[in-house]
């Protein structure tokens, strides 16, 4: 399945959106219907066509730019060696998935 992100901001990791409300209900198909913390392994598709393995959670959280995509806050996408922002540790079940989004790729 395919959705647009809007990066937000984020130093360690990225904070991200989806983009319209339609992105966002493709987003909770992802999740089974129901928002979760679970990461699952995703392949980031860039403007330019550059692809890049990465990992999301599917939760809902602090601050958002958009308000008309039905997601209330924002999401979180790991690329190998991001780190937790408030950790400034790297996470271990998110460079799990970030290999596994590369060797399935």
Known sequence: KTFSIYRMGGILHA???PLTSQDTYIMKEIYGGNWSWSRRA???ETASG???AASMNGMPHGSQTIYNNEFNG???VHFLGSKVHQSNKIDGEHQA???KAFNSY
Do not use: H
């Open 97 to 99: 998935m970030v290999y």
């Open 74 to 76: 924002q999401f979180c």
């Open 50 to 52: 550059l692809k890049i």
């Open 42 to 44: 995703i392949i980031i």
């Open 15 to 17: 904070d991200v959106e």
